[in-house]
């Protein structure tokens, strides 16, 4: 126990340790998440009139970037089966990593599920005996459990693994191979539970639409894995930890199969809509083409198919052999999917209202801060998970000083 | 790149780590710490704002509804009703009406009566306490008013902001909706707090102090039904209607769900609701279900009765009909 509170104590120690570099870039974020705290704040006071839902749209930008990042979040996996399932040993040097973004992006989806609560203060109104759980009836409630239950998983993984590296022992197999295991039908979990939210509410015919899960994570494996391969490269650039080019060709043989069945399955999607045209394709003629005068999403909409257009021709030619056209294609995918996914999904389910109105969506200065706030308070926490972490992957940070390599 | 690696953690830095605090450290170290928590305070000041007693302990740790008992509710609305008296300058009367047993509600509206004329959206803003801006702000009332266009029942065409100088207008006709009390409701499924429930009599209600807003069941809803409370209600002290239920009218707070409930502080108290009793043109009939010989089973059970959305499943007990 002494010996975990001394290692508790050294990684607080190491926090604080860096370049001047290190520092202004967690300054950064630490000022923005602040901002975004501030934002929140005037909400908390306000109420949601702060943001720029209303009763016709009542989700918006933070339920998008939430839809968005469970993706992220779950593409860990990507890392986790080629190296424990195919036993790919490249992949081991990186594994860790996909752990660690995971915790850090989970813990950004339930902040913005927090802030887009009315009443965050009675979240003990789900957890028995306080309160009443709407288990299993409410799709939500599912969705509590896989989330928070993926977090632990992932915590217990990642900090095991690192602290036995740091007491210079090898990690016992029972403690963390069968989480690993689990962890893989897990991340699987939580992104199609994500998914149900929205295919489980018959009102809503854009949503209630059985491709979605699988779009979801087609779209997800591209994403995450290409925010990992951007992630890989600065890590061993500005750190002492090798990561070779290897792992990041097994992500990017990953993301080009997944963007085409996203791709495909965005195909099929379309001519369903299309080709006969119901009622039912009201939300989505709104997103392409506008309906009834208004078309706030379309510029939106054929941005993220450009972009995405973009990224598998580039993700599919010999140019992203070349770790510059791989950035590019990264890139291009990263954002095109976040641009579809988040509020190109969301916002055309309640456009036009059940009732047949359309009212239009754009989110606030102080909603758009939040949610910056949230993005920054993401990046500090993985970047400090990472900056604490290496110095144990690499081995300079032992328990006895001695065992320690010297990285010179 | 070319690139000094060395710029995060150096071997030198890892050496500190195994060193015991020096004081320049520490000082160091709690100058930073001051800074950070003297941001955190400053991003944290909006919230002096909040009014004293909006949330209080009581709030916290009050329980789900059906979980209460009497005396704590008996409390809970009597605390409630100096809040609004403190906030408003109107004490008004909660009371906690039970669902009449033998009784289920059900409600039809005619559809070759109703004119458009949007009293009842009117009638239902001041029975029960919704928030509005000025005389025109409907926005939160619980029925909204579809303007259609003969030849089909096409909501997709419809409008509610229609705003001629006489209705109704030639070639339309006009569709008003609410919420249906369905009986398979998906926005009670969907809670995740069961915040939201149908009573024995068919109503569905929220408990506002239960409620989290997380604007699920407005998502599930089908019709358009549930309003929000995206800021603290406005009303002026003449608006406010005194006569309140826990589960219906009373003044809701800020960032919760509110919807129609067959006016139950009515209804459960042999009153019709607020929007039958204003139709001009009787297009609205209410009744008990469970009775044969009411005048809502006649219309079930003799004219030509369509049931919005029934595609959808729900099974409403809200039904539109025809004369001829």
């Known amino acids: 126990m002494r010996d975990y509170f001394t ?31 501030n934002a929140w704040a005037h909400q908390i006071v306000d109420g949601l009139q702060t943001t720029g839902m209303t009763n016709q749209v009542s989700w918006g930008a933070y339920i998008a970037n939430f839809t968005f990042l469970v993706g992220v979040a779950a593409a860990a996996v990507m890392l986790v089966i080629p190296a424990y399932i195919y036993k790919k040993e490249h992949m081991h040097e990186v594994v860790l990593f996909g752990e660690l973004l995971a915790i850090a992006v989970i813990v ?110 087609a779209s997800a494996f591209v994403a995450g894995p290409a925010l990992m391969i951007l992630t890989f490269q600065i890590v061993r650039k500005v750190t002492h930890y090798f990561i070779g080019d290897k792992p990041i060709f097994t992500l990017r043989m990953i993301m080009t199969v997944a963007m085409i069945i996203n791709m495909f399955l965005l195909g099929c999607e379309l001519f369903t809509e299309f080709y006969s045209p119901t009622q039912h394709a009201a939300a989505a003629h709104y997103l392409y083409f506008g309906l009834h005068g208004h078309s706030g999403l379309v510029p939106w909409i054929w941005t993220a198919i450009a972009l995405n257009t973009i990224g598998l021709g580039l993700l599919i030619s010999p140019f992203s052999r070349r770790i510059v056209g791989l950035n590019l294609a990264c890139g291009t995918c990263f954002i095109g999917i976040w641009t579809e996914k988040g509020m190109g999904l969301i916002i055309p389910g309640f456009v036009p209202s059940p009732l047949g109105q359309v009212v239009e969506y754009l989110p606030t200065v102080n909603e758009t801060l939040v949610c910056l706030g949230i993005w920054s ?31 010179d | 790149m070319n690139h000094d690696p060395q710029d995060t953690v150096s071997p030198r830095t890892i050496e500190q780590v195994y060193k015991p605090i020096d004081r320049r450290t520490f000082l160091k170290g ?20 909040l009014e004293s007693g909006e949330t209080t302990l009581d709030d916290l740790l009050q329980k789900h509804y059906r979980e209460l008992k009497p005396e704590d509710l008996k409390k809970i609305m009597a605390a409630l009703e100096a809040k609004t008296e403190k906030q408003y300058g109107v004490r008004p009367t909660i009371r906690d009406l039970k669902p009449i047993p033998g009784v289920e509600f ?35 009332s619980y029925i909204r008013v579809l303007e259609m266009n003969k030849g089909a029942i096409n909501l997709e065409t419809s409008s509610v902001y229609y705003d001629p100088e006489t209705v109704p207008q030639k070639g339309k006709y006009y569709m008003p909706a609410q919420c249906h009390q369905c009986r398979q409701s998906p926005c009670t499924k969907v809670c995740p707090v ?33 309003r929000f409370n995206y800021k603290k ?50 297009a609205r009939v209410f009744g008990n279900l469970l009775d044969p010989d009411s005048e809502i089973n006649y219309i079930l059970n003799n004219k030509r009765v369509y049931v919005l959305k029934e595609e959808v499943g729900t099974l409403p007990r809200f039904y539109y009909f025809f004369d001829k």
């Not at chain 2, 800020?254 to 009153?271: A, Q, S, W």
């Open chain 1, 108 to 217: 950004m989806c339930l902040l913005f599920v927090t802030v887009d609560l009315g009443h965050p203060e009675r979240f003990h109104h789900m957890i028995p005996p306080f309160g009443v759980f709407n288990f299993p009836g409410s799709i939500l409630s599912w969705d509590v459990i896989v989330l928070n239950g993926y977090l632990l998983l992932n915590l217990h993984i990642a900090g095991y693994l690192l602290y036995c590296r740091y007491r210079h022992r090898e990690p016992t197999r029972m403690f963390y191979i069968p989480f690993v295991f689990l962890s893989i039908a897990w991340a699987v979990s939580i992104h199609t539970v994500t998914a149900f939210l929205y295919v489980g509410l018959a009102g809503r015919s854009y949503w209630h639409n059985p491709l979605v899960p699988s779009r979801f994570l």
């Open chain 1, 7 to 37: 290692f508790l104590f050294r990684v607080w120690r190491l926090s604080f340790q860096g370049s001047w570099k290190f520092y202004a870039w967690m300054t950064l974020l630490s000022v923005v998440s602040l901002i975004g705290l």
């Open chain 2, 233 to 282: 209600p406005s009303l002026t002290k003449d608006q406010i209607n005194p006569n309140q239920s826990y589960l219906s009218n009373r003044i809701r707070p800020k960032g919760v769900v509110e919807k129609c409930t067959f006016c139950l502080h009515r209804t459960r108290d042999g009153k019709y609701p607020a929007c039958l009793e204003v139709c001009p043109t009787g």
């Open chain 2, 194 to 226: 069961q915040a939201t429930w149908q009573e024995p009599d068919g109503v569905v209600v929220v408990d506002y102090n239960w409620c989290i807003g997380c604007r699920y069941c407005m998502a599930a809803c089908p019709y358009d039904a549930r």
């Open chain 2, 30 to 49: 709690s100058a930073v710490a001051m800074v950070g928590v003297a941001g955190l305070m400053a991003a944290l000041k909006p919230l002096l704002a």
């Open chain 1, 377 to 407: 308070f993401g990046a500090l926490l993985f970047s400090w998970m990472l900056h604490v972490a290496i110095p144990i992957m690499n081995g300079s940070l032992r328990e006895n000083p001695e065992f320690a390599t010297s990285q």
């Open chain 2, 106 to 140: 059900g409600y039809a509206l005619n559809l070759t009566r109703c004119i458009g004329c949007r009293k009842c959206a009117h009638a239902c803003l001041k029975e029960n306490n919704q928030s509005r801006d000025d005389a025109q702000d409907i926005e939160m």
